[in-house]
């Protein structure tokens, strides 16, 4: 049982360019959710998905695209990264109250 | 709507001493509350929760009491460790229709000195 993994664990990128970070879940579980983490402010939710095919906006979602496609998978999109987006990505996932985090995907935009 | 206001870090302190992080909240209704902790390096993980007035979450020597009357979930622990060491977040649950969601605090930054 490998829980939450993410892909990748580091990336540096140049203004403009594009990526998806991958987040994968092997506990079953309905609801999953993308964060981002800076110094000072916590966590914040970018998007989330209450179940595969469904996807819904949090409190920072300007600037990021998501997909659920499969159950087990939620992707992040940043079509055209900006400085301001560099920051430490999480991804969770739950079926009840208690989420459940993955390592951290640390991005650094130039 | 949901907000979170913890006590501010770095807390320094040494092995053995006690700890209280404070933490107040603004929800609709009455939450489930939790207290997450994150080690350097490291995604967050769960350490305790209550889900209704007056519960006692606890875990690893910490607790957290649910005090609807003052909307607090502060966190405690009798005799802290090096190991310690983490940023600890406080994180009000929300529900609503088919979505559950947290809040989190900003974190603060415990570091425990031998």
């Known amino acids: 049982n490998a829980g939450v993994t993410q892909t990748p664990k580091f990336r540096v990128l140049k203004t403009g360019q594009s990526m998806t970070l991958l987040c994968a879940q092997d506990?079953?579980?309905?609801?999953m959710y993308w964060y981002r983490q800076d110094p000072g402010m916590g966590l914040r939710l970018i998007h989330y998905s209450v179940g595969e095919g469904t996807t819904a906006k949090g409190e920072v979602p300007d600037g990021y695209n998501v997909s659920r496609l499969k159950k087990q998978n939620f992707l992040l999109g940043l079509e055209s990264a900006a400085p301001s987006q560099t920051s430490v990505y999480f991804c969770?996932?739950?079926?009840?109250?208690?989420?459940?985090f993955g390592p951290g995907t640390r991005l650094l935009v130039l | 709507g949901d907000s979170v206001t913890q006590m501010e870090g770095p807390v320094t302190l040494s092995e053995e001493a006690f700890l209280t992080i404070n933490c107040t909240y603004t929800?609709?209704?009455?939450?489930?509350l939790f207290w997450y902790v994150q080690y350097p390096g490291e995604g967050l993980q769960l350490l305790l929760k209550a889900t209704k007035a007056d519960d006692k979450g606890s875990n690893k020597g910490f607790e957290a009491t649910y005090r609807k009357e003052t909307t607090s979930f502060h966190l405690e622990k009798g005799s802290v460790q090096v190991s310690d060491s983490a940023v600890y977040f406080c994180?009000?649950?929300?529900?609503?229709?088919?979505?559950?969601?947290?809040?989190f605090g900003k974190g603060t930054l415990l570091t425990v000195n031998p």
């Open positions: 969770a996932s739950t079926r009840g109250e208690t989420q459940y």
């Open positions: 994180a009000p649950g929300s529900s609503g229709g088919s979505n559950y969601k947290l809040t």
């Open positions: 929800a609709t209704g009455y939450p489930s």
């Open positions: 506990m079953n579980h309905e609801y």
